[in-house]
């Protein structure tokens, strides 16, 4: 019963996220045929529509950190496996607050407390009752935060970039 629940909700998380960027790829600041392209029923979009490094990232990292969050056991060796994205994750999920600079500074304490202590969990061995908590806890509070997070955007190019700075 338990890996089933466990089961469940990993694929009810994975489900609303791919809705949930599916939605954010069409409904960017893109044309009708970009949006037709995404639905699979134009074809000559194909060369002009570009993602952002951002968004591929983002949704590559979320996706495996989902996995890792749902997983019944976690070994040790499960950690590389996702802690170079860690610091991503929780950076993209804080930009949405980067209009107001003390709960910007609020929630980037947040994120360095929360990567410390999933750090401090998986160099803990054997694991004790307080670093499984503390690693559930970091996994919830970024869970969480990727749940209620703007999806990074996609880049439409006709020649131009919309909707991101030159270089």
Same mark, same amino acid.
């Given at each position: 019963p338990w890996a089933l629940l466990l089961l469940g909700c990993h694929l009810?998380? %994975?489900? $609303? @996220?791919?809705?949930?960027?599916?939605?954010?790829? &069409?409904?960017?600041?893109?044309?009708? !045929?970009?949006?037709?392209? !995404?639905?699979?029923?134009?074809?000559? /979009? #194909?060369?002009?529509?570009? %993602?952002?490094?951002?968004?591929?990232? $983002? /949704? !590559?990292?979320?996706?495996?950190f989902v996995g890792i969050a749902f997983?019944?056991? %976690? +070994?040790?060796? $499960?950690? #590389?496996?996702?802690? +170079?994205?860690?610091p991503m994750m929780h950076w993209i999920t804080t930009m949405k607050y980067s209009s107001d600079s003390t709960v910007l500074r609020v929630a980037l304490i947040l994120n360095t407390v929360f990567i410390l202590a999933v750090e401090y969990a998986f160099n803990v061995y054997p694991a004790t009752k307080f670093s499984s908590a503390m690693l559930? &806890?970091? +996994?919830? $509070? @970024? @869970?969480?935060? &990727?749940?209620?997070?703007?999806?990074?955007? !996609?880049?439409?190019?006709?020649?131009?970039?919309k909707g991101a700075k030159k270089r």
């Open positions: 009810g998380v %994975l489900a $609303f @996220l791919a809705k949930k960027w599916q939605r954010a790829s &069409i409904m960017q600041k893109a044309t009708t !045929m970009t949006r037709e392209w !995404m639905q699979n029923t134009y074809v000559g /979009t #194909c060369n002009k529509l570009k %993602l952002s490094p951002e968004y591929v990232m $983002f /949704t !590559m990292f979320v996706s495996n997983a019944r056991t %976690l +070994h040790y060796q $499960f950690y #590389c496996w996702y802690f +170079h994205s860690l559930q &806890i970091s +996994h919830a $509070f @970024l @869970l969480l935060r &990727i749940l209620q997070s703007d999806v990074p955007t !996609m880049i439409v190019h006709d020649g131009i970039t």
